[in-house]
């Protein structure tokens, strides 16, 4: 299993950044796959997760209507559109899939200058 996690970036307040998931080795149709974050000196904090069996999606509270995932299952992948991006949201961003064990991808970092 491999989650290859890319799209992160240097961008100022306002901005806007999509970060992917590529998966390769498990079929996204059956999981939930998600993303953490973790600024620094901070702990790992979830911010979406969609549920590819259902369409459920999930977003922490402080990224609500600014930040959308989706995903393409013909790519077996998973997107995270990320708008309206404000420093406290620099970190880095992680994703995993979930099926009962979690499986983590590498991170990819997202700086938001002000």
């Known amino acids: 299993v491999q989650l290859q996690a890319s799209g992160g970036g240097l961008v100022q307040a306002g901005g806007s950044l999509t970060l992917s998931c590529a998966a390769s080795?498990?079929?996204?149709?059956?999981?939930?796959i998600g993303w953490f974050r973790q600024a620094p000196g901070k702990e790992r904090e979830g911010v979406s997760t969609?549920?590819?069996?259902?369409?459920?999606?999930y977003y922490e509270d402080s990224v609500k209507g600014r930040f959308t995932i989706s995903s393409d299952k013909a790519k077996n992948t998973v997107y995270l559109q990320m708008n309206s991006l404000k420093p406290e949201d620099t970190a880095v961003y992680y994703c995993?899939?979930?099926?009962?064990?979690?499986?983590w991808g590498q991170g990819t970092l997202v700086t938001v200058s002000s």
């Open positions: 995993y899939a979930y099926d009962g064990t979690k499986y």
């Open positions: 080795g498990l079929s996204i149709d059956n999981f939930a």
């Open positions: 969609i549920s590819n069996s259902d369409g459920t999606k």
